[in-house]
């Protein structure tokens, strides 16, 4: 079946870093990926939209220069959390719209902040 | 605009025992509407869905909710509780299931299985 990739699992980096996190959709096109933002014991909180080949759009009170997203091919879309701070530790995930009407999630990232 | 409640953060039961996991609804069009199981440090997992039709819902694991548009409500249940039920469950609502539709997360309700 459908399966979204995402990496990495886990990654810990240095305050005012920026980190990568992928997305890759295995065997269909997605057209949509969202990312969502899930702290500790809290549901997941929408951050942005990505369109293949448009920029994205994102959430009120999200900051689009903090979290960039790129969607530059139907099976790949990166988020990338520049000059991270402890604040933005968090559990990062990514889902596209597919087939059957299901929504596929990736894994997940836990992003940790030193 | 749409939202999504679950009564109780935390459920604790007896293996065996029934789970109920309570989820409401408000939406201003008519509602698709999804349970998902978070394991630990793990993504998303659909349990089941309901768009139209009928509103006894089936998925996996032995889950099953049921659509009740006079009480908003889309409660989560399973007859006999396994060990392997603990987990984070989120009920979420949305508009459609385009892949361009977006998807109202609740903010969760931990079960614990006692043995």
């Known amino acids: 079946g459908a399966v979204v990739s995402q990496h990495p699992s886990r990654v810990i980096c240095k305050s005012g870093t920026s980190v990568k996190i992928e997305c890759r959709s295995l065997?269909?096109?997605?057209?949509?990926m969202f990312w969502y933002r899930q702290f500790p014991k809290q549901s997941l909180m929408l951050m942005a939209t990505?369109?293949?080949?448009?920029?994205?759009?994102?959430e009120q009170g999200v900051e689009k220069d903090k979290f960039l997203i790129n969607h530059a091919s139907l099976t790949l879309s990166t988020l990338t959390v520049t000059s991270a701070h402890p604040e933005d530790s968090s559990f990062y995930i990514c889902?596209?719209?597919?087939?059957?009407?299901?929504?596929?999630f990736g894994s997940g990232t836990q992003l940790s902040v030193l | 605009a749409q939202s999504v409640t679950q009564l109780g953060s935390h459920v604790s039961v007896s293996e065996g025992a029934l789970v109920l996991l309570r989820c409401n609804y408000s939406?201003?069009?008519?509602?698709?509407l999804f349970w998902y199981v978070q394991y630990p440090n793990q993504g998303l997992q659909l349990l089941l869905k309901?768009?139209?039709?009928?509103?006894l819902v089936k998925g996996i694991n032995g889950f099953e909710a049921e659509f009740k548009k006079s009480e908003t409500s889309f409660h989560l249940t399973k007859p006999s509780a396994h060990m392997s039920d603990a987990a984070e469950y989120f009920c979420?609502?949305?508009?459609?299931?385009?892949?361009?539709?977006?998807?109202?997360f609740g903010s969760g309700t931990r079960l614990s299985i006692r043995p």
């Open positions: 889902s596209s719209g597919g087939q059957n009407e299901k929504l596929f």
């Open positions: 065997d269909f096109q997605a057209t949509t």
């Open positions: 990505s369109n293949e080949g448009s920029k994205a759009t994102y």
């Open positions: 939406s201003s069009v008519p509602p698709y």
């Open positions: 309901y768009t139209t039709g009928a509103t």
């Open positions: 979420a609502v949305s508009s459609g299931y385009s892949s361009a539709s977006k998807i109202i």
